[in-house]
Structures are given as structure tokens and as C-alpha cells.
């Protein structure tokens, strides 16, 4: 059986900031990817950023130079630093392990 909690979600202003944390836990033996994606209302799940376990990023084109993916070293523990938020950041924000287990989500709003 294998958990992904994410955390740190909430209400942020326009040019504000939040940050997003996911761990893992479980039967996992290994570190794997992982990757933030986004839904908000009436769209698609879509991509935000991911990571591998070796620590290389990947951003969407709407995110980059805003938003931050890091991982803690040999572990599957993620963190998601946003700045500058927008009003389209406004999602729900889910943590993916490998390609298999999401977590729960966790609410973002942007509003001034």
C-alpha cells in the first residue's frame, strides 16, 4: 500500500506566494519521480512540474521562472515553491509518484 499526502495549499493574494509539500510512504523501496499536476474547474488535469530521482526538472511553459519543484536527497518527498501567483493559478493541486499513485489534492486560490 503506498500514500501521497500533499500539503500547504490555501489562499494567496495576486504576486503572492505558497508552498506545496508531498511525501510518500508505504511499500515504496526506492526513489522515484514525481511531479506536481493541476486541475481547475471545467479543465483538464495538466502538468506543472516534475522531477526525477537524480533530481532534473521539468516545467510547464506557464510556470517557468515562477514556480519551483525540489526534492529532499533519497527520499520521495517533494516540495512545490510558487511565487508570483496568478488568478489562472488557481487549481487543485495533486503530487504523482512514479507514473501510478496520486495523492488527494490540496486547494490554491489566487484572490485579490
Known amino acids: 500500500q503506498v500514500q501521497v499526502v500533499e500539503s500547504g495549499g490555501g489562499l494567496a493574494q495576486p504576486g503572492g506566494s505558497l508552498r506545496l509539500s508531498c511525501g510518500a510512504s508505504?511499500?515504496?523501496?526506492?526513489?522515484?519521480?514525481m511531479g506536481w499536476y493541476r486541475q481547475a474547474p471545467g479543465k483538464q488535469r495538466e502538468l506543472v512540474a516534475t522531477?526525477?530521482?537524480?533530481?532534473?526538472?521539468n516545467y510547464a511553459d506557464s510556470v517557468k521562472g515562477r514556480f519551483t519543484i525540489s526534492r529532499v536527497n533519497g527520499k520521495n518527498t517533494v516540495y512545490l515553491q510558487m511565487n508570483n501567483l496568478k488568478f489562472e493559478d488557481t487549481a487543485v493541486y495533486y503530487c504523482?509518484?512514479?507514473?501510478?499513485?496520486w495523492g488527494q489534492g490540496t486547494q490554491v486560490t489566487v484572490s485579490s
Open positions: 504523482k509518484l512514479q507514473d501510478r499513485y
Open positions: 522531477i526525477t530521482a537524480d533530481g532534473s526538472t
Open positions: 508505504g511499500s515504496i523501496f526506492r526513489v522515484y519521480a
